[in-house]
Each structure stands twice: as C-alpha cells, then as structure tokens.
C-alpha cells in the first residue's frame, strides 16, 4: 500500500548519491541531531549544576577560596562542536560565580585521551570530570567510588544496543553476520557497544568485530540505519532508543528491520569526583543536587541543556557496565595467548 510517509530509495547516480527521503523525515533528521547534541551536552550540564551547588562554600568550607576544577574527556565531544561547548560552560561559569560566589575555575579542561586524565588525577590537578563508563573503568582507582552522577534521556540513564537486520535477509544470528557489512552509529552514548558486541563474538570463540565483520563506523543515524533498510548494508549497531525514534517517524523501519541481539541496560556516561576530593564538600553538593533543580538557575540551565535530570547513584548502577567490561578484559587477555 502506498503512503505518503514511503521512504525513497536512494538515487543511485555516482559517489555523490543521495536518499531523497520525505519530508517527515528530513524534520526528523533534525530534530534528532538535535537531540543528540542535548544528550552528549548532559555532562556539561551537571557540572555547571554542581557549580551552583557550591555556592553555600565560597566561604567557611573553603576558607581559602579554592576552585573547583572540573574536567571532560574528549570523548564527550564526538558529535558537536568543543568549541562552543566550552564557550556555554565558561558563560553560565561566569554568570553563576557573579550571583552566587561560586568558587569555580572559570576554564574547564578537556583531556585528550586515557593517558592525559590519570596525569591530571595523579597530579590532583582536577577536582571532577566527565567521562564514559570506560574510561572510568580504566581509572577506577584515581576516581570515588561511591557516587556516579548520571543525566536523564527519555526519562531512562541507560542505553540498550541492539543488532539490526532486514527482515528479507537470512540473517538469523551475529554468526550469520561473518565477512558482511555492519556499520556502528558513532555516537558518545554508544561507546559500549563495540565493546559489548566484541564480548558476544569472542564467548563464541569469534574474532573480534575488527576480524569477523566489515565494519564502518557513522555519526548520523540515518545514515546507519537506512542503508540496511534499503539493503545497501547487511546490519548495524544503534541504541534502541534511536532506533524507536526513527520508528515513531516512519513505521515501515519497524516493519521491515528486525533486531537479532539486544545487549543488557547500562550507563554509558557521567560525572564523577577525583579520589579524595574533600568529603564534606562532596556530600554536601550530592544531597543538594536534586533540590537546586528547582531554583532559578538549575531551571534555566536545565532549559538549556535540554536535559530532563541529573541524579547521583550509588556506583551499582554501573554494575551491568562493570561486569561487561570485567569479562571483555579477560577474554582479550586469553585471545592474545593464543598461538
């Protein structure tokens, strides 16, 4: 049946071919690399809460007026511009440090890679930091390990990652997948799918997904996820949350892709102090950050970040991430004993 919602194929007219896709779909591209700057910008966000929090501390706690020195890995910044970001997080710095007396250092610092933060930790040279639950991981002992503080998307703070396949395909299981062409949507949130999908092929006693697939990995989620509806690749890896949204805006997705594994629900990203950042200050800004919510400031920057809350969880939360990246670790050991 024809309907005026039909994806189009794509023009087939050289390297520079194009989807023409309706209109409900171009606003839905939109709309979705929006919300996915709002998602990777939930860190920024926290600290810039956290900061507000420390108003009570410019003086008593901290007679000496000490900054707070927050910190983002780069891998927070994927998929939209550092630049701004950082202008954002220096702006609201600046205004909440006027209104309240904020000590915050004013110039948030981005480290570049794994190596980078466990210098500045090592070095106390940053109090909090932004990261994915990897890299946390890696540096569990340099990082408190009682609080994760972790943003809200669609009212859930875990990521589920599923394995799609067209329906028409014979593709029953990942194994049927060997040599064919899978493409990871390349996205802060998603960092542990690869990771995920590289445990699920080595329990099989697989290669990793380097050596058992043919992968390319894509930032724009249409671009991942139409070619397998179009049949111009054989899967990919999303978030089921992405892949619901494309769903809502064109339903034939749902009726002609098809999911063949799901990973568990686990946190992907947050905010964490150093090891030994001063306790009191610590505990005195986790059990304020729910009540600033509703102050002036925390609502404006909620507003902002288009971001519906932040919330400190006990580290369980990450449980389902940890135990995931427990048994990746063993399995690459083993795989590099091998013969």
């Known amino acids: 049946m024809q309907s005026k919602n039909r994806i189009s194929a794509p023009r087939r007219s050289g390297p520079a071919a194009s ?76 205004i909440i440090a006027k209104e309240r007396g904020v000590p915050t250092d004013p110039t948030p610092r981005v ?14 040279a940053v109090d909090s930091i932004a990261l994915n639950t990897d890299e946390y991981w890696k540096l569990r002992p340099l990082l408190d390990d009682k609080v994760f503080i972790v943003g809200s998307s669609d009212k859930s703070f875990t990521e589920e990652y599923i394995v799609l396949v ?34 699920v092929l080595m329990k099989e006693g697989l290669p990793a997904s380097q050596g058992f697939f043919r992968v390319t990995n894509t930032s724009k989620i249409t671009k991942v996820v139409l070619p397998v509806f179009f049949r111009q690749t054989d899967a ?47 505990d005195l800004i986790i059990t304020e950050l729910v009540s600033v919510m509703g102050s002036a400031s925390g609502n404006q920057m909620m507003t902002l970040f288009q971001q519906g809350h932040f919330e400190a969880k006990p580290l369980s939360c990450l449980d389902s991430a940890f135990e995931l990246l427990a048994t990746h670790e063993r399995l690459m050991a083993k795989a590099k004993t091998k013969p």
């Open 111 to 124: 480290y570049n890679d794994l190596q980078d933060i466990r210098q500045a930790l090592t070095a106390k």
């Open 236 to 282: 990919c890896v999303v978030s089921r949350k992405s892949f619901k949204t494309m769903c809502d805006l064109n339903p034939q997705l749902g009726q002609h892709l098809k999911v063949i594994l799901s990973s568990p629900a686990m946190v992907p990203s947050g905010f964490c102090f150093r090891r030994g950042y001063n306790d009191s200050i610590r």
């Open 166 to 199: 067209h329906k028409d395909s014979k593709i029953r299981r990942i194994q049927d997948l060997r040599d064919r062409r899978l493409t990871f949507y390349a996205n802060p949130r998603m960092t542990l799918a690869p990771i995920w999908l590289d445990t």
């Open 19 to 94: 989807v023409a896709w309706p209109r409900v779909v171009a606003r839905g591209i939109t709309s979705r690399r929006r919300n996915n700057s709002h998602r990777i910008l939930a860190c920024l966000g926290c600290l810039l809460v956290l900061s507000t929090l420390l108003a009570p501390l410019a003086t008593g706690a901290e007679p000496q007026k000490k900054l707070f020195r927050v910190g983002f890995s780069r891998s927070m910044f994927a998929n939209i511009n550092e630049n701004d970001a950082m202008a954002a997080v220096k702006v609201w710095s600046a």
